[in-house]
C-alpha cells in the first residue's frame, strides 16, 4: 500500500494482544498532548506519506522497542479520532508471551502495562473511543 492508495488519514492506533491481556501505557501528564494522563494503546500520528501499516509498526518500535511484519497486522479499520475529526485506522495484532520481554518504553509514556481485556474496556481513565474500538474487536472473537 503506497501513500496514492488511501485516502488521507491522521495516523493509526494498534490494540496488541497477548493472550486475554491487552497492551498499554499511561499517557504523560501534559496539558499540550491529547487525553493527558489516560491509558492508551500503542501508534500516533502519520509521517509524510507513510501507509497506516508503517505508521502503526513505526510508532510500535518508537514507543515500546517491538518490531512486527506488516502481515502481523489485521486488516486495518477506519475511524474518526475524536479530537480532530481526522479518520485513523485501528488495527489487531497477536504477541507471543516470550516477546514480552522486549517492549522496552520509549520517551512518551508513565509506564506500560498487559492488562485484562475486560478491565481495560471498564477503566474510567482510558480514552473512550480505543475502549469502544477494543470492545468490539473483543466481543466478535468471543
Known amino acids: 500500500m503506497t501513500g496514492s492508495d488511501y ?23 501534559r496539558e499540550d498532548i491529547p487525553y493527558p494522563g489516560l491509558l492508551d494503546l500503542p501508534g500516533g500520528g502519520r509521517e509524510g ?11 510500535l518500535n518508537e514507543e515500546f522497542s517491538l518490531v512486527l511484519s506488516p502481515e502481523q497486522l489485521s486488516k486495518g479499520q477506519l475511524y474518526t479520532i475524536e479530537f480532530n475529526g481526522l ?14 520481554t522486549k517492549i522496552r518504553l520509549g520517551e512518551e509514556g508513565q ?8 478491565d481495560f474496556i471498564r477503566r474510567a481513565d482510558a480514552i473512550s473511543h480505543l475502549q469502544q474500538m477494543v470492545e468490539a474487536y473483543w466481543l466478535q472473537q468471543q
Open 49 to 59: 506519506s507513510e501507509s497506516p501499516q508503517s505508521c502503526v509498526l513505526r510508532e
Open 7 to 29: 485516502q488521507s488519514f491522521d495516523g493509526a492506533k494498534l490494540a496488541l494482544f497477548c493472550g486475554d491481556s491487552i497492551l498499554v501505557y499511561k499517557r504523560d501528564q
Open 87 to 100: 479518520p485513523g485506522y485501528f488495527f489487531t495484532a497477536n504477541l507471543a508471551p516470550a516477546e514480552q
Open 111 to 118: 509506564y506500560w502495562q498487559f492488562m485484562p481485556v475486560t
